[in-house]
């Protein structure tokens, strides 16, 4: 099965980067989407296609893809950000779409 | 804006049925594929079923298939999720959501959820 693994906590002080990955290999040829879920809130698309950002999410939020491994990049985090990510690709093998299990970004 | 409202969902006994809503305002609706996404209490994301802008072509996860089916009425612009012969481990919030462009298979926009619980 095509699984993407995260790693389930990642904690960082405020103003500091924090990094979030998935990995599965040879994740670098599709597209990564990464989503931020606060808790009692629906997902929230934060970075699409690997390193684009919709309207109205901030300059801080950037991603990158490649070979085994696909980054979301938060700079200078702030308490706010804190929240689990989840990142998602289009298994076009299957037309099925596929969830990482998740990252609970601490700000200390 | 761009809006999705999700209904439907409630408590039902294993081997039961639902029938999940969504309906959608401030895009037009029949030009986008649409899809559920289901979250089990303190879990991760758990993709469900997909279908076309035009109804035409649906995809299931193995969990659900053959159990759910996936519709969509776009002179209403409501999508559909038809749950039968629940299990417990389909207790889930179910959130539908809209794909942002052929190209782009990521979801763009989210309904706030509704809560199917299954048990005796």
């Known amino acids: 099965s095509y699984v993407l693994t995260q790693p389930p906590s990642v904690s960082v002080a405020p103003g500091q980067t924090a990094t979030v990955t998935c990995e599965k290999n040879?994740?670098?040829?599709?597209?990564v989407h990464w989503y931020q879920q606060k808790p009692g809130q629906a997902p929230v698309l934060v970075v699409y296609?690997?390193?684009d950002r919709p309207s109205g999410i901030p300059e801080r939020f950037s991603g990158s893809n490649s070979g085994s491994t696909a980054t979301l990049t938060i700079s200078r985090v702030e308490a706010g950000d804190e929240a689990d990510y989840y990142c998602?690709?289009?298994?076009?093998?299957?037309?099925?779409?596929?969830f990482g299990g998740g990252t609970k970004l601490t700000v200390l | 804006e761009v809006l999705l409202l999700e209904s439907g969902g409630g408590l039902v006994q294993p081997g039961g049925s639902l029938r999940l809503s969504c309906v959608a305002s401030?895009?037009?609706?029949?030009?986008?594929?649409m899809t559920w996404v289901r979250q089990s209490p303190g879990k991760r994301l758990e993709w469900v079923s997909f279908?076309?802008?035009?109804?035409?072509?649906?995809y299931d996860a193995d969990s659900v298939k053959g159990r759910f089916i996936i519709s969509r009425d776009n002179s209403q612009n409501t999508l559909f999720l038809q749950m039968n012969s629940l299990r417990v481990d389909d207790t889930a919030i179910y959130f539908c959501?809209?794909?942002?462009?052929?190209?782009?298979?990521?979801?763009?926009?989210w309904g706030q959820g509704t809560l199917v619980a299954v048990s005796s």
């Open positions: 296609d690997d390193n």
């Open positions: 998602q690709v289009w298994d076009s093998t299957r037309d099925h779409v596929l």
């Open positions: 040879n994740i670098g040829i599709k597209s």
């Open positions: 959501a809209r794909l942002k462009s052929h190209q782009s298979r990521a979801f763009d926009y």
């Open positions: 279908i076309s802008a035009s109804g035409g072509s649906t």
């Open positions: 401030g895009f037009t609706f029949s030009t986008y594929a």
